[in-house]
């Protein structure tokens, strides 16, 4: 599974992308941030990961290919650690609405906000 277009969007703080099996996807750079593939976000195992907080109006300050696999995203917040694989950007357009409930549900579990 490999893009065949990738448009960063800065107005609308989002990446749109397309694969070669004809998926399309526009993910918003909060999404991306609060599942960024990072030990910072996600721990170094089950149980571990950090809900982040305050990360509505984060946005994308730039994207650069790692290889043939993936990208790395830096985000305006100075978050810009973790690799984005071309499988798990396929993964997070698939299961997007899910995993944003999923992330509203523990936000809100957890007394926090998005916005602090």
Do not use: C
């Not at 750079?29 to 721990?43: D, I, Q, T």
Request: aromatic fraction near 10%; proline fraction near 3%.
């Amino acid at each position: 599974m490999t893009p065949t277009g990738i448009t960063l969007h800065q107005k609308s703080k989002s990446l749109e992308i397309t694969f070669d099996d004809g998926t399309h996807y526009t993910l918003p750079a909060e999404f991306l941030r609060v599942y960024s593939p990072s030990a910072e976000v996600r721990g170094h195992g089950k149980g571990q990961e950090t809900l982040q907080v305050g990360k509505r109006n984060v946005g994308i300050g730039g994207i650069e290919p790692v290889g043939q696999y993936a990208l790395q995203i830096s985000f305006d917040d100075g978050h810009d650690t973790g690799l984005f694989s071309w499988e798990y950007l396929h993964e997070l357009g698939q299961y997007q609405d899910a995993m944003w409930h999923d992330y509203l549900t523990r936000l809100e579990a957890a007394g926090a906000s998005r916005d602090k």
